[in-house]
């Protein structure tokens, strides 16, 4: 059973071709990968499916980890390549080729209602840099060290987009009236 193993003896152990590894390693990791998707694209099925080929691409690339970061970095960092790939995709797509838009579902309508709904919504006027560092640093309590591994980007470009995502963060909480949070997010 994997189920007490590390991370990394459950990676290695699909690299040998154990389905019931990746099992564990699922179960393990994509509810916190499904959410890191869902943070990326706003889409609920896309995030979805994109949870599903990252474990795809974790089943198909454990033989090729070479254990330079924690496993859940290393699945983060996928997760990140495929959603920006995905991104590309939709972008590529003419406006024709689009779906048209669906109402709310009631869990969309219940997260726009809460208490955070306006920190997501400055979240959103982010850049997509300094919310990819937030949504890392903050939400999945990723060190700096592991941000810039997932990112591809050198450890002293995460602090300078953290620092400017969080100044940015604070004055517009700040504009918004909210002097007691305002601090919270930077000098």
């Not at 007490?4 to 990676?11: C, F, I, M, Y």
């Not at 070479?66 to 972008?91: F, G, H, N």
């Not at 406006?95 to 997501?120: C, F, I, K, Q, V």
């Not at 995460?158 to 997010?185: H, I």
């Amino acid at each position: 059973m994997a189920e007490g193993l590390s991370d990394l003896e459950v990676v290695k152990r699909i690299a040998g071709g154990d389905k019931r590894a990746l099992e564990t390693l699922y179960t393990r990791h994509s509810d916190r990968t499904f959410r890191f998707l869902f943070r990326l694209t706003a889409d609920r099925p896309a995030a979805e499916d994109l949870t599903h080929d990252v474990f795809l691409e974790v089943w198909r690339g454990a033989n090729r980890f070479e254990a330079r970061s924690s496993v859940a970095t290393w699945i983060l960092s996928i997760a990140r390549y495929k959603a920006l790939d995905a991104r590309r995709k939709k972008r590529s797509l003419s406006e024709h080729d689009l779906p048209a838009r669906s109402e709310p579902t009631p869990e969309m309508t219940a997260m726009e209602s809460s208490t955070g709904n306006y920190m997501r919504e400055c979240l959103t006027k982010l850049s997509e840099e300094h919310r990819e560092i937030i949504d890392l640093v903050y939400y999945h309590e990723k060190s700096v060290k592991e941000a810039c591994e997932i990112l591809g980007i050198p450890e002293n470009t995460v602090k300078t987009r953290m620092f400017y995502a969080r100044k940015k963060l604070k004055e517009m909480l700040l504009a918004a009236g909210d002097q007691t949070d305002a601090f919270s997010y930077g000098k």
